[in-house]
């Protein structure tokens, strides 16, 4: 432990990419460990995201870690951070290869897990097909006859706004659906039906969706299935950081809470990506990840030159 770190960032994601190349610029000694385990690596290609609209998510990580490349103060490594904890003024990071490295900040950037249902035929197509977001993937199957694989107002809001990308969506509950009067109606004025049978299996052709199958052996013809899903923590490093979690969201099971200058409960410890976002995008990634870097420099800053530092907001992510 010879060097210490300005920043570790542990996640090779979008945000944490998009963070080592402001603290790049900034010329600070950044540390990026990256396990590659992106959540959006299945996807044919990324909805959305200005300059890089379709581009495949592993293309766009490359092309990032080039850019890295530019800046000597900035060293990217393939890893996993196990676990980190405080020493004097700043930290220790540990590694599964069994290094340890010191650094003043930690920048938490390494994305959350989706957990769709264990549905057969479902995982094959995860990404592509049978997707999460209407924004990055409603264009693609455009004009196709979809579904929504859900319950309640969160299955509602879902299939309200994938009917912008088609006029053929259904609801499909498996078993009793949770909605509402008031809902049912919505979904109604909207053409949108609801299925109440288990979904039992997802058939496909050439990696495509082709049907939704059900208990009763019956099929629905879906070219496209948006399943209601949420993100969950993929690493217990930041529970082990003793950082406070936001309450459950609609997407998010236990986002990290963040304030406006994306610091956690725990100073010197940061947090961007979809650890913490309202709504998982790359491009929302990608500015947390710009904005966070540039809030640990300012840290940096105000710890070297006595600089007052903003009190931490009461106003977080929740």
């Not at 998009?18 to 959540?39: E, H, I, M």
């Not at 196990?82 to 220790?92: E, K, N, P, S, Y």
């Not at 599964?96 to 995982?123: F, K, N, S, V, W």
């Amino acid at each position: 432990m010879d060097t210490t770190w300005d920043c570790v960032i542990v996640g090779g994601g979008a945000a944490g990419l998009s963070a080592g190349l402001v603290l790049g610029r900034a010329r600070r000694g950044t540390l990026l460990v990256d396990a590659g385990t992106q959540s959006n690596l299945p996807a044919h290609g990324i909805g959305g995201l200005l300059g890089h609209d379709g581009r495949a998510p592993a293309e766009l990580y490359a092309m990032g870690r080039h850019e890295l490349s530019a800046y000597p103060s900035v060293e990217v490594r393939d890893g996993k951070v196990i676990a980190a904890q405080r020493v004097d003024d700043g930290f220790v990071v540990q590694l599964a290869d069994g290094r340890r490295e010191q650094t003043r900040r930690i920048l938490l950037a390494g994305g959350m897990d989706y957990r769709p249902p264990d549905i057969p035929g479902l995982a094959e197509l995860w990404g592509r097909s049978v997707f999460h977001c209407p924004f990055c993937h409603g264009w693609e199957v455009r004009d196709q006859p979809l579904a929504v694989l859900g319950r309640g107002v969160r299955a509602v809001h879902s299939a309200l706004l994938l009917r912008g990308w088609s006029d053929d969506v259904v609801v499909l509950t498996d078993g009793p659906g949770d909605i509402d009067d008031a809902d049912h109606a919505r979904l109604t004025s909207a053409g949108i039906g609801i299925d109440e049978r288990r979904v039992t299996e997802l058939d496909s052709e050439s990696s495509e969706l082709t049907a939704v199958v059900f208990s009763d052996g019956s099929r629905l013809r879906r070219r496209g299935l948006l399943v209601a899903t949420t993100l969950h923590q993929r690493s217990p490093l930041a529970e082990h950081l003793g950082v406070e979690f936001a309450g459950p969201t609609a997407v998010s099971a236990q986002p990290v809470a963040v304030d406006a200058l994306y610091r956690t409960t725990t100073p010197g410890v940061f947090a961007a990506g979809d650890l913490s976002v309202q709504m998982p995008q790359v491009a929302a990634a990608v500015a947390s990840g710009s904005l966070a870097a540039a809030a640990v420099v300012q840290s940096l800053v105000a710890d070297e030159y006595g600089l007052a530092v903003p009190e931490r907001s009461q106003h977080v992510n929740a």
